[in-house]
């Protein structure tokens, strides 16, 4: 994997991102990473995002998404005293779709505990990201579609 570098601004901070597209005429298969975005990014532009077994349904009707309310304080001030040790863990499969794959409590808990920054970790699979960037790593911001060849530094 060629490694593109960091981008530093405002709103993504510490961004990385490695590239594995291979030859034109390769066809990755399903479970082939072939881009993965590192940085930290306000955890409020991921909420949109949903679990990829649809965790986020848990918070609809139950604050704490099932935690019960002595385990998710603790969890909250956990995170305000020592701020997120894993990264939130975002796929984008080879069909397009996207979703949370591990940190859909650690999100919502972050944000409760008042973080303004979280550690994201995103994995494209098999060329997903030619057909758009989950966050642009130039504003660490969703982007909606955008072209990965615009947005690689």
């Given at each position: 994997?060629?490694?593109?570098?960091?981008?530093?601004?405002?709103?993504?901070?510490?961004?990385?991102?490695?590239?594995?597209?291979?030859?034109?005429?390769w066809t990755p298969e399903p479970h082939s990473i072939t881009?993965?975005?590192?940085?930290?990014?306000?955890?409020?532009?991921?909420?949109?995002?949903?679990?990829?077994?649809?965790?986020?349904?848990?918070?609809?009707?139950?604050?704490?998404?099932?935690?019960?309310?002595?385990?998710w304080g603790a969890l909250i001030e956990d995170i305000r005293?020592?701020?997120?040790?894993?990264?939130?863990?975002?796929?984008?499969?080879?069909?397009?779709?996207?979703?949370?794959?591990?940190?859909?409590?650690?999100?919502?808990?972050?944000?409760?505990?008042?973080?303004?920054?979280?550690?994201?970790?995103?994995?494209?699979?098999?060329?997903?990201?030619?057909?758009?960037?989950?966050?642009?790593?130039?504003?660490?911001?969703?982007?909606?579609?955008?072209?990965?060849?615009?947005?690689?530094?």
């Amino acid at each position: 994997m060629q490694c593109e570098g960091e981008v530093e601004d405002n709103a993504a901070t510490n961004f990385k991102t490695q590239i594995d597209e291979g030859p034109t005429w390769w066809t990755p298969e399903p479970h082939s990473i072939t881009r993965l975005d590192e940085g930290y990014v306000d955890p409020g532009e991921l909420l949109h995002i949903p679990g990829l077994n649809g965790e986020q349904l848990l918070f609809e009707d139950d604050p704490t998404g099932g935690y019960g309310e002595e385990r998710w304080g603790a969890l909250i001030e956990d995170i305000r005293i020592n701020g997120l040790k894993w990264a939130i863990l975002i796929f984008k499969e080879m069909d397009g779709r996207v979703g949370i794959h591990e940190g859909n409590h650690r999100l919502r808990a972050a944000i409760a505990a008042g973080l303004t920054r979280v550690p994201v970790e995103i994995r494209y699979f098999g060329n997903s990201q030619r057909t758009g960037l989950i966050i642009d790593p130039m504003t660490g911001r969703p982007p909606g579609i955008v072209n990965a060849k615009d947005s690689s530094t």
